[in-house]
């Protein structure tokens, strides 16, 4: 794929198998009426680790699925700016599912990968006439770039943080001097095969709890572990109470750590379930 900004993105697609094995066969439904799950991996991940693909072959029971590297990732061009515009990345993925025909398309995002799926529903809706609303998205030098058939129709966020520049965890000191110093960023990108870029953010982008207001009318579902070492329980908790009264279902999942690697294979069944459940006929 080829997001807005030129990058190119590595992508995945894979048909859903359910039915595959019984005299029906492979689901016999046209694309339009299959539903796509998107996956935005977290940071440092990529379409082909072991995590991803174990998510994918879970979620491909019941869906079509998309896997993809976000930029500086995998096989992917560019570079890492760590949730900011990683947005375009995951909006070149899902307007490509609708290009491939899905008419309805949930985003299932990890860690900067959940983060990043809360403000692409923000940012990118689908209009009252059932096409999507013309959204502009600033890019760089003050220039804007309209986005049409990009939205999301459910969004599913796991172990996403509230707010940016957190460092009250271990784990968020050491990723934010990966992030920040010249060293650090040589390990993500010979240790942890990551190229960040050395820019700042300017502007600050949408913070997550910020976002979460702005999804509404699509179905908004957030998973967290309580023994989650990167983000503790206020975060989840903070992006529930944006969301208001009903318009966000928090899932608490006892004993579970971070982000994909975290999530097992029952759980990724149930937001599977959910994500597809949550979709309008």
């Not at 491939?100 to 990118?124: D, N, P």
């Not at 975290?262 to 759980?267: F, K, R, S």
Request: aromatic share 8%; net charge neutral.
């Amino acid at each position: 794929m080829l997001t807005d900004d030129g990058i190119p993105v590595e992508a995945v697609y894979e048909p859903c198998t359910a039915g595959f094995g019984t005299s029906a066969g492979a689901r016999a439904e046209p694309a339009a009426d299959t539903p796509v799950i998107v996956v935005a991996h977290g940071f440092t991940g990529s379409a082909d680790r072991p995590a991803v693909r174990r998510a994918a072959r879970v979620f491909s029971q019941r869906a079509a699925v998309i896997t993809f590297s976000f930029r500086g990732h995998g096989r992917s061009g560019g570079r890492s700016t760590v949730g900011d515009r990683e947005v375009l990345d995951l909006a070149a993925a899902v307007a490509w599912a609708r290009t491939l025909g899905h008419r309805r398309v949930v985003t299932v995002g990890f860690s900067m990968g959940g983060s990043v799926v809360l403000r692409h529903g923000a940012l990118y809706t689908d209009g009252s006439d059932a096409r999507d609303a013309a959204v502009r998205v600033p890019v760089r030098d003050g220039r804007t770039e309209e986005h049409l058939g990009a939205h999301s129709d459910a969004v599913v966020s796991v172990s996403s943080p509230a707010r940016w520049y957190y460092r009250g965890t271990a784990p968020m000191r050491r990723l934010h001097w990966v992030v920040t110093r010249p060293s650090g960023r040589l390990v993500g990108r010979y240790g942890f095969r990551t190229r960040i870029a050395t820019e700042d953010w300017d502007p600050v982008p949408l913070s997550p709890v910020a976002a979460v207001p702005l999804i509404a009318p699509a179905p908004l579902l957030l998973v967290h572990g309580d023994r989650d070492p990167y983000f503790p329980l206020d975060h989840p908790r903070m992006l529930a109470d944006a969301a208001g009264e009903g318009g966000a279902e928090l899932w608490l999942e006892r004993g579970m750590g971070h982000a994909e690697n975290a999530a097992d294979d029952a759980l990724l069944g149930r937001i599977a379930d959910w994500a597809t459940g949550a979709l309008p006929a």
